[in-house]
């Protein structure tokens, strides 16, 4: 009798014998808008103090400076490289994400094959190939055991994406089926983070490791370094330790022939999701008219709106996030909805403090979490009415390549508003055509 | 009302309060013991395939050359220095052992201590309190999950491991009770290992992480990298993650009163503890008698025996390991049941093969576990009766300090027979007297 694969072989194999002639053309230009996005959160969390201080801290072990850290001048080892970026990425609440998981997909695959591209010759294809399969690796591995993984308090974003920056990493270093296996072992038996570091630096650290210790266990299987046959769905394996009754299903059906990266969505607000639709409304009037007239606010959504975010009152960046009043007093007040709309300081502005109280949040179960109505009245009496019906960044309205690009470079500007971001948007967009992707992460970083 | 500290900060308050006169002198005595143990296993494994190719993957991205990696001439960093010697110590089932949790407790607190102190001064006093306290941590957070979680496919020495090495080093740090926290929390984050990977060189990593990560958390808290108040027993933190069912009561019941170290074991032999009595009764008849006169062997032993290690067919080291055939073939062939006698080469050894076919196993429910029974009979007819009530190494007849300098000794003549290990063992016994503990463990590097 033949030997059935277990579910780490299939993948391996999933992974070894897939090439870039296998991708459909939306998946490859999926996989740079979510490059894109990135590297708008990466810029983002570039000088936040997770990055700031695990930095100066790996400074002080790390050899050469073999990789780019995103948006910094300092060059570092392309281990801490690939814990950087990805923990960079993932400090604010602004990454893509995939959405039956909740994986946050990109943080943990793309620093690992960007540090490995500054160490040997790989080109675009080869990176996107490389993205794409480990994007399909950790979404099928998360959705063997979502909802209840992330429930019991596992930050599947790390749990799983240890396996997806393996897979990736793997394939640009071009393993076998066998040492394939091997690296999903190393990956198994390190892969952690829990959801209790949430809203602390401490979380920045288990989404680092996922890329770090996902690209070392596809360098170290690279070199001979073995591991169980079976190490994800083992007797003592990742999914009994993490959950003891996984779904095999969905890890191989239809494994080639659908791609998980098309369930990605993107952010364009750095705030709770279900705030989206409403901001859409405030922004979109707001173009054409001044904060200062406005009286009254009611927001009318699905009753999650005022259940997770009727907060009339916070005071610092952390809840402004899920805060329906927070945003749209913030985006009325500066016209605007970026990660300076949901510091500290603007938490405290006396002017978005005042606009909050004077905004109202309806329930009508009747609009889906996608939906929003919005009524603002002004000083000469009148009220206007604005509706949005799908929020941008959902499903039912993506953000445009544009919207991601826009994304980028207000990211970029953040920090230096001189930084010419041109350079890495154009060469996300020809990655196809590069022969060699060593220079691309460094296109992040400000010249001066 | 008063809040009610939780798990995390008690164990925090506690390593930051204790001082070194809280320690009772047995409890010193036996973290001098652990070390001695530690340097054997540790030298035993320093040129084992999981070493050796972490060293050379490792040595890619390191800076400097601040830390010793026991045994060998190479210097790392110090973060790899702990990855390497905690990875290096676990490779053989050699260990020490805390019993109740089947935690190997010096393997991942020890490394991060000797990393640290060739970084920063640290007398011998206050390395021993920091291994001391460091684990007390790990053996209580473990004892409240034991023995499901190990059951589970946690490794509990990594998975505990961390928290362990991350509390000595706060403790080297001076870390005061809140940094603390902080440091647990990262540690939580980082925490994993899977059983899975028991066998293959994968195992080492979940290990050498724990050192590492352990060692990292703490020098991060140092810095002000935050976390969150209870990483270990919070809704989404640690405890409910990997179980959901923990009794919280060892984790701090009589802490500062009771010292688990005091509950670690040592092997004197590389193998399954359940052959430890039948080795000590063969080991003592084979000083006096040559394997040649060998006919047959009846070994007695508590039904375990049986069960786990009645394998006459074994063909290789791994397999030798827990083959109770092989175990008293290859001790009588040898005279000796250390490394050498557990490799792939012995297994296979032509005369241990012939040896094992005479070995017979039998049942005797009315014998425990560190009892045996061996009746060996000769060519000349007669049997020999010989009997062990309490293995050595077994809590009933711990190994002795002569013991134990012993193993270190042969451990170092394994790899360079010409290794003079004797200024290691005497500053070893003298670490209570030693102001600055850098230079212990390059005393463990043979000089050519």
């Avoid at 990454?95 to 094959?113: E, G, N, Q, S």
Wanted: charged share 20%; glycine share 8%.
């Amino acid at each position: 009798m033949q030997h059935e694969p277990g579910v780490t072989q299939k993948l391996a194999q999933f992974v070894a014998a897939t090439h870039w002639d296998d991708i459909p053309a939306p998946v490859g230009h999926q996989a740079k808008r979510s490059l894109m996005n990135f590297f708008a959160v990466a810029l983002a969390g570039c000088r936040t103090a997770p990055v700031e201080i695990a930095l100066t801290s790996l400074a002080e072990f790390s050899g050469g400076r073999q990789a780019t850290v995103v948006g910094r001048p300092e060059r570092i080892d392309a281990l801490s490289a690939a814990f950087l970026n990805a923990a960079g990425a993932n400090v604010y609440d602004f990454c893509d994400t995939h959405v039956r998981t909740v994986i946050h997909p990109t943080a943990p695959v793309a620093p690992a094959l960007l540090a490995l591209a500054e160490l040997c010759p790989v080109s675009g294809t080869d990176l996107l190939l490389a993205f794409i399969l480990g994007n399909e690796v950790q979404a099928r591995i998360g959705l063997a055991i979502s909802p209840n993984h992330y429930n019991k308090g596992w930050h599947i974003t790390s749990t799983c994406g240890v396996f997806g920056a393996a897979a990736g990493s793997g394939k640009l270093l071009a393993l076998d089926e066998k040492k394939m296996i091997w690296a999903f072992g190393t990956a198994a038996t390190q892969s952690s983070g829990l959801c209790e570091c949430l809203g602390t630096p401490a979380k920045s650290v288990s989404v680092g490791n996922a890329a770090r210790n996902g690209l070392w266990s596809a360098l170290l299987a690279d070199r001979g370094f073995e591991g169980p046959p079976e190490p994800i769905a083992g007797v003592q394996g990742f999914y009994n330790a993490v959950d003891g009754a996984p779904n095999l299903s969905p890890v191989t059906d239809g494994l080639g022939a659908t791609w998980e990266l098309m369930q990605t969505s993107y952010k364009p607000y750095p705030c709770g999701f279900v705030i989206h639709p409403v901001l859409d409304c405030v922004l979109d009037w707001r173009r054409d008219n001044p904060a200062a007239v406005v009286t009254r606010v009611v927001a009318r959504g699905n009753p999650l709106l005022a259940a997770r975010t009727d907060r009339p009152n916070i005071s610092n960046g952390r809840e402004s996030q899920v805060s329906v009043q927070h945003a749209v007093a913030a985006a009325l007040v500066t016209g605007k909805a970026g990660l300076d709309q949901f510091t500290d300081a603007c938490a405290c502005d006396p002017n978005v403090v005042d606009l909050r109280g004077k905004i109202e949040v309806q329930r009508d179960p009747s609009l889906s979490t996608i939906a929003a109505e919005v009524e603002i009245t002004t000083v000469d009496g009148k009220t206007h009415r604005l509706s949005q019906k799908a929020a941008r960044g959902s499903d039912a309205n993506p953000m445009s390549d544009r919207d991601l690009e826009g994304k980028l470079r207000t990211a970029a500007a953040g920090w230096n508003p001189r930084h010419d971001i041109a350079p890495l948007i154009d060469a996300i967009w020809a990655l196809d055509k590069s022969h060699d992707v060593a220079k691309l992460a460094a296109l992040s970083v400000p010249e001066n």
